[in-house]
């Protein structure tokens, strides 16, 4: 008897013809979660199979897989023979010695000498005599313990279905860069993105020195907490205080926002560009802050030229943004108070409804090309 973690994936299983590039690429992102524990991984008639990890790493394991886009179910199984004795040892380490519970059970192997109801009736006829406390209850049981008759002469015993994070497997849907500051926002964006399979590069702008190493730190760790779910990702800096800088000096000072903000959507494009991501994400959510009316994101959106730019947020409440934010375990980094570039020069009152002519009128008192410019000779990249 071997205990083994058992993994099935979701949507891969609609795909037709294409499906073993789902699965490759699904296979690519297990070997990866759990490449850091002493395991082996290995793929039986569509399931994955993770084994031979040490007993004390098996939540850890768990923790990292349920990171992996593409699992729909992940169990902690006990692998054995499929004659009756082995089945129920496995059982018994399952079993509570009270409490009601039932027995499901299934076969793969059609040719199995009994049925499906046979195999439920004969293990829990055998937990009822060993454990004399435990009742039978088919409705609403305290516990479950699920048989599976494999093809192979091989049987799982477990007793649970843990969710797994769903999607697709990421690296299946391309790559996107997404514009990832200090907040909430953001890194939800990213993950709903990596959920249908896209790659997430991440490009964070800030005003040092206005703002701290500790908001730099902040980001990092944004990223390396996105990362998990990524598969990895690189992370981007862009200095744009020279830019707020000429705005402060030159602009009215409501304009401040809808200008810097389509600086970082034209210096974002570029460099999407450059490193062959097909769109930019951003965490805009439709009237949440000044910025995110209809007016202010085809403000910024209008000078993006060619890609799309994608907003998984753009409907969502914010508590039902930081309820995914507290799910993935990127809100209590999020919270913490430091200042991205954005709250350096805030005006008292931005332009809450700006319109394309006095935008393009402030504009004209800057020299976009040459701050665009500037603003790449700082760039900087961090390996996640
Ligand atoms: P977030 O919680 O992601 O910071 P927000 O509610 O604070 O979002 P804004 O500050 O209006 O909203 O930013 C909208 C979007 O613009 C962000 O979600 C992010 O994608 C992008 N953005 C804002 N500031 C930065 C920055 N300093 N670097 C990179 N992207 C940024
Ligand atoms: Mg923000």
Redesign the pocket.
Known sequence: MEKVIIIRYSEIYLKGKNRGFFERAFETNLRRAVKSFDCTLDKQSGRYFVRNFQEEETENVIEKLKKVFGAHTISIAYETATDMDSIFEAAKLLSRSTGTFKVESQRGDKKYPLTSIEISKELGGRLLAYFKTLKVDVHDPSFTVRVDIRENGVALVFADYIEGANGMPVGTAGKGL??????????V?GHMMAKRGMNVDC????SYPYTNMQAKEKVVELATILSEYTCGTNLYTVKVTHIQEAIHEKCKPQYMITLL?RF?YRIAERHALNIGAQCL?????LG??A??TIEGMTSSNSVVETLPVLRPLVGFDKNEIIERSVKMGAYET?ILPFE???TVFLPDFPAIRPQTKDILREESKLDVEALIEEAFTSIEKIKI
Do not use: K, N, Y
């Open positions: 997404l514009l990832l500051s200090g907040g909430i926002d953001s890194p964006a490009l964070h702008f800030h903000r970082m994400i951003t965490g805009e959510s949440q802050v910025s995110q999020s991205d570039c954005c």
